[in-house]
């Protein structure tokens, strides 16, 4: 069965460092894939998609790749913010265009 | 602009009961779903429509029922409340189920006695 894992349940880093998130996929091949941020007691927001035929793709100081040979794509924050801290969420839809989630990575940036 | 309205935010029901969890959208989108949110769990879907009268079954449909009689709306039924159902739901929409992003509502916390 198709299988979304993003590792490390909870991430902490040093605010000015850059925050790096995994999202690996299994037994499909989407043709895109999307990050979303979620703040506690809210619903997930939009963050960035990206494209299969897209090694990556950046937004202000968000960068995200997509290694479809992996199965696996990158999310990075560079010089994270406090207000970055959230929980971050990958979804690659599988074949029949039906939004799945992973089970998010917390990301705590320390002052 | 509104986006996605679910009501109610809160809920409190004893095993047994039913009731419905509402999900209006005013953006025109084709694709509305739900959600389910645990602890350790991460987003699960439920239900989802691709168009008015459409709807089909995500990975956790059982207790469940929707429908989707005009493109605004796409209400969660259920039947006969389990203290399993409690949980955070959030309904989403999309332009269409291809390569679009979801708007989610603000989420509605069942809880099942």
Same mark, same amino acid.
């Given at each position: ?5 993003? $590792? ?6 040093? @605010? ?23 703040? #506690?007691?809210?619903?997930?927001? /939009? ?12 937004? @202000?100081?968000?960068?995200?790749? /997509? ?7 990158? /999310? ?17 839809? $599988? ?15 320390? #002052? | 602009? *509104? ?19 509402? &999900? +209006?959208? !005013? ?10 949110? !645990? ?12 168009? +008015?009268?459409?709807? !089909? ?15 605004? !709306?796409?209400?969660?039924? =259920? =039947?006969? +409340? *389990? ?7 959030? &309904? ?6 291809? *390569? ?5 509502? *603000? ?7």
């Amino acid at each position: 069965s198709q299988k979304i894992e993003q $590792n490390s349940e909870a991430l902490n880093i040093q @605010e000015g460092k850059t925050a790096t998130l995994t999202c690996n996929y299994t037994n499909y091949s989407p043709a895109y894939l999307q990050w979303y941020r979620q703040d #506690p007691g809210r619903g997930p927001v /939009f963050l960035l998609l990206i494209r299969e035929n897209e090694k990556e793709k950046r937004k @202000e100081r968000l960068k995200v790749t /997509f290694d479809t040979t992996l199965k696996q794509s990158l /999310f990075h924050i560079t010089a994270s913010q406090p207000a970055d801290s959230a929980t971050y969420l990958c979804a690659p839809p $599988n074949t029949g265009n039906q939004f799945y989630f992973g089970t998010g990575t917390s990301l705590t940036v320390i #002052p | 602009n *509104a986006g996605v309205t679910q009501t109610p935010k809160f809920q409190v029901l004893k095993t047994g009961q039913s009731m419905t969890l509402q &999900c +209006a959208q !005013d953006m025109n989108h084709e694709y509305m779903s739900w959600y389910r949110q !645990d602890p350790g769990m991460g987003l699960r879907l439920i239900h989802y429509s691709v168009g +008015a009268g459409i709807t !089909d079954q995500g990975e956790v449909p059982n207790g469940y029922n929707v429908s989707r009689s005009t493109t605004e !709306d796409f209400p969660l039924r =259920l =039947l006969s +409340a *389990a203290p399993s159902q409690t949980s955070v739901y959030f &309904c989403a929409s999309s332009y269409s189920s291809r *390569a679009n992003v979801l708007t989610f509502g *603000a989420g509605s916390r069942l809880t099942v006695l």
